[in-house]
């Protein structure tokens, strides 16, 4: 583990017509966390925005902020995420899984 991130986030401000409904049958909500390298006037330099398309990103579309937090510890190390292969996700979820 590299890093734990304490946020508050504002369901209220949700916008519903957002939120996805999963092939599990379970309601899922997408979006952006944005850690800063400096603390605001707050000691917060974590962010929760609303996932934004392509589209909205090139036509510059203001970002729409949920909530904000801090960095509570870390090792000093983030790294990237490796990205799967298309097929070992099938593998996984078409395995006999017990839950």
Do not use: C
């Not at 409904?21 to 929760?48: H, W």
């Not at 392509?54 to 995420?81: C, H, Q, S």
Request: charged share 30%; hydrophobic share 35%.
């Amino acid at each position: 583990m590299s890093a734990l991130i304490n946020l508050s986030l504002r369901v209220d401000k949700l916008p519903k017509e957002k939120f996805v409904q999963g092939k599990d049958g379970a309601v899922y909500y997408n979006f952006t966390i944005g850690v800063n390298d400096d603390s605001n006037q707050f000691g917060q330099n974590v962010s929760a925005t609303d996932s934004q398309t392509k589209e909205e990103r090139e036509a510059k579309k203001p970002k729409f902020y949920l909530g904000n937090g801090n960095v509570v510890w870390t090792d000093g190390n983030i790294k990237l995420a490796d990205k799967k292969d298309a097929a070992v996700s099938k593998e996984i979820a078409a395995a006999d899984l017990p839950f």
